[in-house]
Nanobody, 127 residues
């Protein structure tokens, strides 16, 4: 059974940091890319970052570049999202997802490219 378990969300003040974790099981981790997405109330789901488990290549949305860092521990089948300098507009439910394909570069952070999804973890940034 494929499982993606996101954790690490919480309440933090603006300027603070959080580290999210995505523990994966039930599929060949090295053959997938893992993405982080977020969805705020009343807004569409937004791609935040992606890492290829095979070669470690990373991609970020412009809104988080320089503040968020994605990393992977292949021995633990876990992907992390280190979020620094958090802003109130980062408040959302954060999801991790797995993609076995090689999407067009413009679609690396498109939700429909990802086959498997975990449950979300809430991140709330207070001003």
């Amino acid at each position: 059974e494929v499982q993606l378990q996101a954790s690490g969300g919480g309440l933090v003040q603006a300027g603070g940091s959080l580290r999210l974790s995505c523990a994966a099981s039930g599929f060949s981790f090295d053959d997938y890319a893992i993405g982080w997405f977020r969805q705020a109330p009343g807004k569409e789901r937004e791609g935040v970052s992606r890492i290829s488990s095979s070669d470690g290549r990373t991609y970020y949305a412009d809104s988080v570049k320089g503040r968020f860092t994605i990393s992977s521990d292949n021995a633990k089948n876990t992907v992390y999202l280190q979020m620094d300098s958090l802003k109130p507009e980062d408040t959302a439910v954060y999801y991790c997802a797995a993609d076995s394909g090689i999407p067009h570069p413009d679609r690396r952070l498109w939700a429909f490219e990802y086959e498997y999804w975990g449950q979300g973890t809430q991140v709330t940034v207070s001003s």
